[in-house]
C-alpha cells in the first residue's frame, strides 16, 4: 500500500512537501515515482528515484523546483515542491515499481499506487 499526503491548497510561488508512505511490500527494491493528473488531462510523469537514492529523474516543467527523496529506514519517498506554480495544480500519485533499479518515466512500469493528494495553487 501507498499513502501519499501532505498536499493543499497554496498560493503561486509557496511550497510544499509531499510525502508517500509505503508498507505491505520489500521498498528498498522499487523504485518509486510521482505522477500527477490534472482535470481533463492525462496522467503524467514528474520524477523518479532509483532504489538506493543515488538516481533520480524529472520532467522539464519541474526540474529545477521539485527534489525526490526517498528514506528506505522508514519506507517513505518525498517531494518538496518550492516555486509553485497554477499549472501545478493536480492530484499527485505516488507508485511503486518492482525490479526498475533506476526507477521510471514510464507510468505502465509501477506496480502499486496510491491514492493520490490534492494539490492547488491560486495565481
Known amino acids: 500500500q501507498l499513502q501519499a499526503s501532505g498536499g493543499g491548497l497554496v498560493q503561486a510561488g509557496d511550497s510544499l512537501r509531499l510525502s508517500c508512505a509505503a508498507s505491505g511490500f520489500t521498498f528498498s527494491n522499487y523504485g518509486m515515482g510521482w505522477f500527477r493528473q490534472a482535470p481533463g488531462k492525462e496522467r503524467e510523469f514528474v520524477a523518479t528515484?532509483?532504489?538506493?537514492?543515488?538516481?533520480?529523474a524529472y520532467a522539464d516543467s519541474v526540474k529545477g523546483r521539485f527534489t525526490i527523496s526517498r528514506d528506505n529506514a522508514k519506507n517513505t519517498v518525498y517531494l518538496p515542491m518550492s516555486s509553485l506554480k497554477p499549472e501545478d495544480t493536480a492530484v499527485y500519485y505516488c507508485?511503486?515499481?518492482?525490479?526498475?533499479?533506476?526507477?521510471?518515466?514510464?507510468?505502465?512500469?509501477?506496480?502499486?499506487w496510491g491514492l493520490g493528494t490534492q494539490v492547488t495553487v491560486s495565481s
Open positions: 528515484i532509483s532504489w538506493s537514492g543515488g538516481t533520480t
Open positions: 507508485a511503486a515499481a518492482r525490479g526498475w533499479q533506476y526507477g521510471s518515466r514510464r507510468a505502465q512500469d509501477y506496480d502499486y
